[in-house]
C-alpha cells in the first residue's frame, strides 16, 4: 500500500521528480564550474620555442574574468597577441604579429616588442651631461630604436605574478655599459598587468643607471581591431593640436608645429585611409604627436564596433601606419601583412631629445630612475552600417 503525503500526493509519484531534479543538478555543475575554470583570471606559462644558440624561450598566457587573453613572450618581453571577445563569445585578435617564435626573430618589424635604449631616432649620438657619446648608426648615419640589435632582440627574464585585481608578468632585462655607445649600466623592468574584470593591459617600465645616461622605451605592437586585412577604415583621434616638425632624416628641426591642416590632424576623429591619402608622396603617417596634458588617443574599427583607448604619462605619441609592411611577414593566422596592415601608437618622448634643450629631458642617473606608464582599455559599441565606406 503506497503511503499518502499531505492530500492524496503518494510517495513513489513524489520521488520520481525529485530524482530527475538531482539528475539534472549533477549534469549541470560540472558543465558550470569548468565554464567558471574557463574563465577565471590566471597565468599560463609554455615553451614558445628556442633561439638560434639553443636559448629557450616561454610564452605567457594571461587571461581574465572577461575572457580576454593576452600572450607575452620573453623574446624582446613582446606582446604577441590580445584577444578580445566578440558578440558570439569567439576570440578576435587585435595586434599584428607571428604565431611562432622564428617569425619575431626573422623580422625587422619588431612585432610588440619593447624598444631601446632610445625610441625613435638620434643623430648618431648621445649627448648626456654635456658629453657626446658615439652611437651605432644605419646606412643613414641615425641611431633609430637604440641601435641593432636592442632591447627588441634580448631575451628578458620574466616573473609570473597573481594579485587579488590583476595577473601579469615583470620582465627585467640589463643593458650593459657601453651598449650600442650608451653609458652606464641600464637595468629595465617592464611590468605588464591584466585587469582581472577589466578589458584593459597596462604597462609600467622602469629604467635605473649606474651612472648619467639617456633612455626611452615604449613598445612597438601593431594594431588592426579589424582582425585583419587594411586598417583604412580605422578612425582615430588623439588629443594633440602640435607635432614634431622632422628633417629629411626624420631627426627633428627643434619646432613643435600645429597639426591642423597636416596629414597626422587627429584633433576630430578621421579615418587612417583619410590621412594616409593626404599623406602624398610619404604614403603613409609615420610621426611624433605631441600630446596636451592627460591626453588620449582614441582608435576604433566601425564595422565590428571595437575600440581602444590609450591613455599613458608620456609626453608624445608616435602614429605609424605600417608604411614598411609589404607581404613578406605573416600572421598569426598565416596571411601576409600587407602595407598599412596594422598600426602603431607608441607613447614616449620625443626623437633626439637629448640634444635639444626644450624637449622633456629623458636623463638616467644614478637614485633618478626614468618611468613610462601606458593603459590600453578595449571596448565595443554598435557596428556602422556605412563603416565600408571610410568616412
Partial sequence: MAYRLFVGISAPSLLVPVILLLAAVLVTVPDALHAGRARAARVETETFGRLPDGRPVSRHRLTNKRGMVVELTDYGAAIASIGIRDRHGGLVETVVSPRELQGFVSSKRRFGAIVGRYAGRLRGAALVDGVRHELSTNASGVTL????????????RARPFETPDSVGVVFTHISPDGDQGFPGELRVAARYVLARNANALTLNIEANSSRPTVANLTNHVYFNLAGGGSIACHR????????????????????????????????????????????????????????????????????????????????????????????????????AVEKHGGVALEPGHFPDSPWIAQFPPTRVAP?????????????????????????
Avoid at 380 to 391: Q, W
Wanted: hydrophobic fraction near 35%.
Fill in 236 to 335: 582615430l583621434q588623439v588629443d594633440a593640436d602640435r607635432r614634431v616638425e622632422l628633417d629629411d632624416r626624420k631627426l627633428p628641426t627643434g619646432r613643435l608645429i600645429p597639426t591642423g591642416g597636416a596629414a597626422s590632424d587627429f584633433r576630430a576623429a578621421r579615418s587612417l585611409g583619410a590621412a594616409i591619402q593626404s599623406s602624398g608622396a610619404a604614403a603613409g603617417i609615420d610621426e611624433m604627436l605631441v600630446l596636451q596634458p592627460a591626453g588620449k588617443a582614441v582608435l576604433s574599427d566601425p564595422a565590428s564596433g571595437r575600440s581602444l583607448t590609450i591613455s599613458t604619462n608620456q609626453p608624445g605619441l608616435q602614429v605609424f601606419t605600417g608604411n614598411a609592411f609589404d607581404g613578406s611577414d605573416r600572421d598569426r593566422l598565416g596571411r
Fill in 367 to 391: 637614485g633618478r630612475p626614468l618611468r613610462w606608464h601606458t593603459r590600453w582599455a578595449f571596448g565595443s559599441g554598435p557596428r556602422l552600417a556605412a563603416a565600408n565606406k571610410c568616412e
Fill in 145 to 156: 630604436h637604440g641601435g641593432d640589435p636592442g632591447f627588441d632582440r634580448a631575451l628578458w
